[in-house]
């Protein structure tokens, strides 16, 4: 597990908590009081707020993604490898929101969003999930990727030989704490209680051991945290416990997943920037 204290750990700390700080306050707003009890339910219509957030965190990834592919190409410090990764990266961000907004926009009252008992309860497992495919293979790779690998190299002890081309590419893809607890923050988004499907536990399981082994990672590696990364684990923590406070105003609604994939996007925008800087200010790269 890569801890980052450079300027770019700086930012995206602060994208974060940007992000983290309009959730909260929806979330909030929506909670206590009655004038704004609907507005969290406003936002994650199709086609709403989210959505266009998830849009805009794309398209600034595929500019973030052509702007390494010109300042790699301007410095003649080219890889193969990375800069198909950076093509892939920019051409597929940009189809993935093309491909949305070209989908027809169909009024959705909020009546609508919250029929979650017509929408859920009266399915069957199978049929949940393959109506939820895309979600939870988001979320599988999430999971995999983002947080039980990394945490699990980092307690084991598995590091990464960099003098092998291999070993090189693989610690510059290395998720770093701060992608880590965004990444289990977005996992955290999701009612606690009321579930209606059976994969929604697997779900809060899946994220519950995430959380602990984090704990274990940091407690015996004792890490060396700057005030930015205490600053986003005390987000993380105060991220559960607003979402334990509202769950049942996540599960009044399905469409509360428009938020994670919000955060999804952040979370691969974010680990994509850091491989492609981590490449750039990478000191020698091995043959």
């Known amino acids: 597990m890569k801890i980052n204290n450079d300027t770019l750990s700086t930012i995206i700390s602060c994208l974060f908590f940007a992000l983290f700080s309009w959730i909260a306050i929806l979330l909030l707003s929506s909670k206590f009081f009655d004038t704004f009890s609907y507005i969290f339910f406003v936002f994650i219509r199709d086609h709403g707020l989210f959505a266009f957030l998830t849009n805009c965190i794309l398209l600034c990834g595929s500019v973030v993604a052509l702007g390494f592919l010109i300042v790699a190409s301007w410095y003649q410090k080219l890889d193969v490898w990375l800069y198909a990764f950076a093509l892939v990266v920019c051409i597929g961000f940009v189809y993935i929101v093309v491909f949305c907004v070209s989908d027809e926009p169909i ?94 536990y697997v779900d809060l399981v899946l994220f519950i051991a995430g959380i602990v082994l984090l704990c274990v990672v940091l407690v015996r590696e004792r890490y060396e945290l700057n005030f930015y990364g205490y600053s986003n684990l005390a987000m993380l923590l105060i991220g559960v416990a607003l979402v334990a406070l509202c769950s049942n105003l996540l599960a009044s609604s399905d469409q509360y997943f428009s938020v994670r994939y919000t955060l999804y996007a952040f979370v691969f925008v974010v680990w994509c920037i850091e491989c492609m800087y981590g490449y750039i200010t990478y000191e020698e790269q091995p043959k």
């Open 107 to 200: 009024p959705q009252e909020i009546t609508d969003v919250l029929l979650i008992e017509s929408s859920i309860d009266h399915r069957s497992v199978i049929e949940s999930i393959w109506d939820y495919k895309l979600r939870i293979l988001l979320s599988i790779i999430v999971y995999v990727f983002f947080i039980f690998m990394p945490l699990t190299f980092a307690l084991l002890h598995l590091v990464p030989n960099t003098k092998t081309y291999t070993g090189w590419l693989l610690e510059i893809a290395k998720p770093s704490f701060n992608t880590i607890v965004i990444a289990l923050f977005a996992c955290a988004f999701q009612p606690f209680y009321l579930k209606a499907n059976a994969y929604d």
